[in-house]
């Protein structure tokens, strides 16, 4: 059982105001526990010197450019496998744009009931904005806000919104959050699970300001609040390492072209519960922050989740199918392709709403319009995706993951 007082933490960031941040955020919340952070830092000319962070921190690796997520997330395990054998303790990887939330008394019990449970690494639930592409936390907000618009019946203009409505089927309106932060399971125009809007009081600069960040709009997360097992589909921005053999199972990705699959993070996971480690998932420890000049808009990165998602999906037992990555991918491609599309319509429409109603300035306007541009930008570059050179990576992904395996086993 662990029950060390050291906590170990390890992430990887270009931006160590933001990670200093985070970990000033730990040292206050955790008074009993000795918190010892590891940095690998990209994106950067020279090595942040020790002094500018609010704690000891030990620097993993500073690179002038920015390796792929995947690479990043193998050389922090490694390093942090290293720690806790020398050190003992509990383990953390951390994204770098969170902050702590829970009490200290509050985090010591879920330790010592993961402990009880045998728990070798456990996922905690973010709460605050969602860590998803902020093009997945648009559209039922946007949908939300014209059914508003069209019942509440005030204001001009509300022709071109009622007849963009009129194939909308609406189902009763509701109060449960459960995916309703993240577009690509819940949107459905067809079937639409529609949350209340006030228009009247909605705060329009605050609003759009929310959709240019993806931050949350009309819809939260739910929020777990007991301990419960994991299935080893989830995402590891929030990892708790009890167990530092877990950290033997390695990130993975597919390479196409100049694109590298994003989610490397839920392979590791699959990969550990496919090796029999006991894995759980916790209530939040900590809050998602996003912010604008940190989440920025990038084709390439939302095609990397495409991809990255599809591979997930693809995962059958021990091994990852083609047959499955190649259904799951057009399934991504059509649904995130409908998102975007959708998306860009209703924010045109409803800035020529704001407009005429006199609720917002050219600033705004200007962000609605930006907005709706890189979406079809991206719609675009979607269209470029060669799926017969990608089940060609997809192969290569599998046999080399065949190979390593074998490796292994001999």
């Not at 609406?170 to 932060?181: E, F, L």
């Not at 006991?278 to 990165?301: G, Q, V, W």
């Not at 407009?355 to 675009?380: D, R, T, Y």
């Not at 979607?382 to 060609?392: A, T």
């Amino acid at each position: 059982m662990n029950l060390s007082k050291n906590i170990h933490v390890v992430l990887a960031t270009a931006h160590p105001e933001v990670a200093n941040r985070l970990l000033i955020s730990m040292q206050q919340a955790l008074p009993s526990f000795d918190v010892q952070a590891s940095v690998l830092l990209f994106g950067m000319a020279q090595p942040i010197k020790p002094c500018k962070f609010s704690i000891p921190v030990d620097l993993i690796e500073c690179f002038v450019n920015y390796p792929p997520i995947v690479d990043n997330r193998n050389i922090c395990q490694l390093h942090l496998k290293q720690k806790m054998n020398e050190r003992g303790g509990i383990g953390f990887i951390l994204d770098d744009d969170l902050l702590w939330s829970l009490p200290e008394l509050s985090f010591i019990n879920i330790i010592n009931q993961l402990n009880e449970l045998g728990c070798d690494m456990a996922f905690s639930t973010l709460s605050g904005d969602s860590p998803i592409p902020k093009e997945y936390t648009r559209t039922s907000p946007l949908l939300d806000v014209l059914l508003a618009i069209r019942d509440d019946g005030v204001g001009g203009d509300i022709f071109q919104i009622n007849e963009y409505l009129s194939p909308v089927e609406s189902v009763v309106t509701s109060t449960d959050s459960i995916n309703a932060h993240h577009d690509f399971y819940s949107f459905n125009p067809r079937d639409f699970n529609r949350y209340n809007v006030n228009v009247a009081t909605l705060k329009w600069d605050d609003f759009i300001d929310c959709l240019v960040k993806g931050k949350a709009t009309t819809r939260n997360i739910k929020l777990p609040s007991k301990i419960t097992p994991a299935n080893g589909r989830e995402r590891g921005g929030a990892t708790i390492v009890l167990n530092s053999e877990v950290l033997l199972c390695k990130n993975d990705s597919l390479r196409y072209s100049n694109f590298i699959s994003r989610r490397s993070d839920m392979v590791m996971a699959s990969d550990a519960f496919t090796c029999n480690f006991k894995l759980f998932n916790t209530p939040p420890l900590l809050e998602h922050r996003r912010d604008e000049t940190f989440d920025t808009h990038d084709s390439k990165k939302l095609i990397g989740d495409i991809l990255g998602y599809a591979l997930v999906e693809s995962r059958d037992v021990t091994t990852f199918c083609q047959k499955k990555f190649a259904l799951n991918l057009s399934k991504r491609i059509e649904q995130t392709t409908l998102l975007l599309i959708e998306s860009s319509k209703m924010m045109r429409l409803l800035g020529k709403w704001l407009i005429k109603n006199n609720h917002i300035g050219a600033e705004q306007i200007s962000s609605l319009n930006s907005m709706a541009s890189e979406n079809e930008q991206v719609v675009l570059d979607i269209k470029l995706i060669d799926l017969d050179e990608v089940i060609k990576a997809f192969k290569i992904f599998a046999t080399n993951r065949n190979n390593t395996e074998s490796l292994m086993a001999g």
